[in-house]
């Protein structure tokens, strides 16, 4: 497979964009565009912790169903969840059912409810500066960096949970704190 096809829209994307209708709209209308806001921050670090281990295509399938049990992802609100909650999460079916994960997005919520600067700005706060180019292949994409490893630390001081460098950097990706975009691709992504 190439690192960039032309769809039957006639657009060419990265090869991994054109794969599904799910993958196709959210390549071309969120994955490198900038997203900003702690609930929309919250919501995005959540899925990547549950994509862990699992395709991002099943996380994406089941996003409408986790905003609603996660109730929109509303930071204070899961903040305040109880172990009733994890009880009432890990009978739906509609998202992935693992404890850990579930327990560590209860606790993300509380360690961004605690953050003073806010979870997007401390996020932000690890984006590199812009590459002078997009990258040519996906070989020339790495799964982490020294930004996101530092993200992850400061995360892990702070006491999140399911964020280690790689995850950091998948996060960077979909809320367009980097562009890898591959060079070619039509969408303008900053």
Known sequence: MTDLVTGPDGLPRCAWGASTPDYAVYHDTEWGRPLRGDDALFERMTLEAFQSGLSWLTILRKRPAFRLAFDDFHIETVAGYTE???????????IV?????????????????ELPEG???????????????????????PALTPESTAMAKALK?????FVGPTTAYALMQATGMVDDHLVGCHVVAT
């Open 119 to 141: 979870l997007s700005a401390l996020l932000w706060s690890f984006a590199p500066p812009p590459r002078p180019a997009r990258p040519d292949s996906f070989a020339q994409v």
């Open 157 to 161: 001081k702070r006491g999140f949970r």
């Open 84 to 94: 009733a909650d994890t009880t009432r999460l890990l009978a739906d079916a509609g």
């Open 97 to 113: 059912r693992n404890r850990a994960k579930i327990e560590a997005a209860v606790a993300n919520a509380r360690a961004a409810r």
